[in-house]
């Protein structure tokens, strides 16, 4: 059983940071690949970020230069830094993890999902 608990969500002022974090109830390392989606009220969820288990990245031109998706192995945890947050980055942020081989990461077939962690940006 593969457990992913998200935290570090929570209320920033439009400009601000924040860091989500994603531990994972097993190594990373066994995981081919994982990443962050967001979902918006009413909105389709969304992919925000992908690192596979070498280091590869991935962003969707909506986040890049914006988001920064990180992992440390040592501490089965994987995170997102935000920066310039704007209000339309508000969304509950999911992490998500998949041990299938990586062919496209923009179109990654994840195997497991946390619960998320809700981010709002608002003053």
């Known amino acids: 059983q593969v457990l992913l608990v998200e935290s570090g969500g929570g209320l920033v002022q439009p400009g601000g940071s924040l860091r989500l974090s994603c531990v994972a109830s097993v190594s990373v390392a066994r995981f081919n690949a994982m990443g962050w989606y967001r979902q918006a009220p009413g909105k389709l969820r969304e992919l925000v970020a992908v690192?596979?288990?070498?280091?590869?990245?991935y962003y969707p031109d909506s986040v890049k230069a914006q988001f920064t998706i990180s992992k440390n192995n040592a501490k089965s945890t994987i995170y997102l830094q935000m920066n310039s947050l704007k209000p339309e980055d508000t969304a509950v942020y999911y992490c998500?993890?998949?041990?299938?081989?990586?062919?496209?990461?923009?179109?990654?077939?994840?195997?497991?999902w946390g619960k998320g962690t809700q981010v709002t940006v608002s003053l």
């Open positions: 690192i596979t288990s070498g280091g590869m990245t």
């Open positions: 998500a993890a998949g041990t299938k081989p990586v062919r496209t990461m923009a179109n990654y077939e994840f195997e497991w």
